[in-house]
T-cell receptor
Framework: TQLLEQSPQFLSIQEGENLTVYCNSS?????LQWYRQEPGEGPVLLVT?????EVKKLKRLTFQFGDARKDSSLHITAAQPGDTGLYLCAGGNAGGTSYGKLTFGQGTILTVHP | NAGVTQTPKFRILKIGQSMTLQCTQD?????MYWYRQDPGMGLKLIYY???????DKGEVPNGYNVSRSTTEDFPLRLELAAPSQTSVYFCASSGASDTGELFFGEGSRLTVL
């Protein structure tokens, strides 16, 4: 069974601060997705990374896939209250009987105070 | 822009009762999934389907059943509700395997008393 460990589980910061969320595994994944979830809604995809060492930027969010494809990080620069939410990483495997099934981390609850 | 629609949004059940959570998608996706979300536990896969008539167990299938008679619909059945099934349930669909994006419904909050 593949596992993804996210840290920290909770993060409470002031507007304008920077933060990093980590997603680690002992297993190799073919791809790593990051989702954001707001209360009362389902998760929404932010980004997919598929190549070891890949870095993707989405405005103030920077996503990195580890060289060995066992870990990933999400960095937010100058956090804003609108960034508040639950962030989930999810690992996927290619081919065979993967059928798009994802393994999710436990999630990081981010609260950004004005 | 319907996407994935789940009903009901909230439900309270007594121990031993049965119910069905409905899920329908209008994106013509082949792959559909049911996840449950518990605090601090992320999302756990219950069942999934790769097309009409084909379903398979996920990580936590005990106490649940599914069917997939059409591409659009993927209902989740709880036969004998137990307190351990108190959770938020999410249905999702995907148009591609491997790196395909999962599109989620808004969730169904189930409480078993």
């Amino acid at each position: 069974t593949q596992l993804l460990e996210q840290s920290p589980q909770f993060l409470s910061i002031q507007e304008g601060e920077n933060l990093t969320v980590y997603c680690n595994s002992s297993s190799v994944f073919s791809s790593l997705q990051w989702y954001r979830q707001e209360p009362g809604e389902g998760p929404v995809l932010l980004v997919t990374v598929v190549t070891g060492g890949e870095v993707k930027k989405l405005k103030r969010l920077t996503f990195q896939f580890g060289d060995a494809r066992k870990d990933s990080s999400l960095h937010i620069t100058a956090a804003q209250p609108g960034d508040t939410g639950l962030y989930l990483c999810a690992g996927g495997n290619a081919g065979g009987t993967s059928y798009g099934k994802l393994t999710f981390g436990q999630g990081t609850i981010l609260t950004v105070h004005p | 822009n319907a996407g994935v629609t789940q009903t009901p949004k909230f439900r309270i059940l007594k121990i031993g009762q049965s119910m069905t959570l409905q899920c329908t998608q209008d994106m013509n996706h082949n792959y559909m999934y049911w996840y449950r979300q518990d605090p601090g536990m992320g999302l756990k896969l219950i069942y999934y389907s790769v097309g009409a008539g084909i379903t398979d167990k996920g990580e936590v299938p005990n106490g649940y059943n599914v069917s997939r008679s059409t591409t659009e619909d993927f209902p989740l059945r709880l036969e004998l509700a137990a307190p351990s099934q108190t959770s938020v349930y999410f249905c999702a669909s995907s148009g591609a395997s491997d790196t395909g994006e999962l599109f989620f419904g808004e969730g169904s909050r189930l409480t078993v008393l």
